[in-house]
């Protein structure tokens, strides 16, 4: 049995699995094998030395006068010989020794003993993952599988990069070592499932936590973040101290700390911005790197109207939209943005037009008819009559129009 120990100790080293745990699950399969042999294991009784790993199996049995199971009772002259103070009605163990197990026994017992292995290294590993939930972790790429990424977390466990995760464009080698968001642990019947991510925002966030350390001891917060991954990341950056600048402590020495991270997400452009209370404010600094002229902002509609220069409207508004687009979701709000030639018209457009000619005037019309005190019947009987004045008239052009045709008629 000192061997059957030294395994177990072996298998705690290796695969993290506590050896009472393994213990337990071998006097559990020990009673089902007794339930398998003997038909009911309600009165057996399994310890396991946790020391020598010396295993004793008893059947608990009450001392009766007349024996009528034999599994369940024992006599009152067999238990005076085991111990003399033995009474009716009391109860005592009775060894019951692992050769009268069986091989049909023994082999169920180690099935037992395996699935219990099995389900111990599934719960280590759902457990190690589970705390790493909503955090990085650094994965090997094994191959593709299709369009999805084989990633292996460790010497243990895989994971699958799907390609709705993966950035645009990029692309993996064999060996090479890529920083990976863990979306969501879920246990399965056949172990433990593991998303992971590359696009997910919080991947940028979780990269400057652990890069920063002015983020890790709380004197820089991040306020918000946005991503349209593989292309650009606007981040909103506060400090709780005033002798700390936010967008500096992101940065770094010569740009160290923030291109750290860009070389880990393969070149995207990550704009560092100063977060405020004040919207306006907060909005000039998202459409960051623009210059803003003024800004407008409207809090109960949640929107703002940004006027910049003429020469940096494209640059505010971004390539196919996306400074602006981003700014927008950064702070919550609709933006709207001029260049200062289009406010400039705007305004005077407004000086020069009255109030009064703004709309065109429409006459009203009296449609206040009170069809109640007017008589239908009347009102019919002078359409017909206009009808008929109308056919008779018709009639006499006819006539003077064509006289010949009259005549012959007449004839």
Known sequence: MNELIAALNQLEKEKGIDKDVIMEAIENSLLAACKRDFGSSDNVVVNMDRQTGDIYVYAVKEVVDEVMDPALEISLGKAKAIDRNYEIGDHLRVEITPKDFGRIA????????????????????YDH?????????????????????????DDKTDALLMK??????????????IKLYIVEVK??????????????????????????????DGTVEIKGIVREAGSRTKMAVWSNDKN???????????????NAIVNDLKGE?????????????FIEN????????SVTANVEEKSAEVVVPDYQLS????????????????????????????????????????????????????????????????LASDELQEADETAAESVEEETFSNPKETVSEKE
Request: glycine share 6%.
């Open 244 to 258: 700390v600048d936010p967008v500096g402590a992101c940065v770094g020495l010569n740009g160290a700390r923030v």
């Open 164 to 177: 709705s995760e993966q950035i645009k464009g990029e692309v993996f080698k064999p060996t090479e070592r």
């Open 286 to 293: 998202a459409l960051s790197p623009s210059k803003v002229v």
């Open 129 to 153: 993952f589970y705390c790493k939930e909503k955090d990085i972790v650094t994965g090997v790429v094994q191959r593709y599988v299709g369009e999805n990424v084989s990633v292996s977390l």
């Open 315 to 378: 640059l505010a508004i971004g390539k196919e939209g996306q400074n602006a687009r981003l700014a927008a979701r950064l702070t919550g709000y609709k933006i709207d943005i001029k260049s200062e030639s289009q406010a400039q018209e705007e305004a005077l457009l407004k000086e020069n037009t009255p109030e009064g000619e703004k709309q065109e005037e429409v006459p009203e019309l009296d449609f206040d008819l009170d069809f109640d005190d007017l008589n239908t019947d009347d």
């Open 187 to 216: 246990e399965t019947s056949r172990g433990p499932r593991i998303l992971v991510s590359r696009t997910h925002p919080d991947l940028v966030k979780r990269l400057f936590e652990k890069e920063v350390a002015e983020i890790q």
């Open 269 to 281: 452009k990550i704009d560092i911005i100063n977060w405020d209370e004040d919207p306006c404010v």
């Open 106 to 125: 023994a082999m169920h017992a180690r099935s037992v003993i395996v699935q219990k292995i099995k389900e111990e290294e599934r719960r280590v590993v």
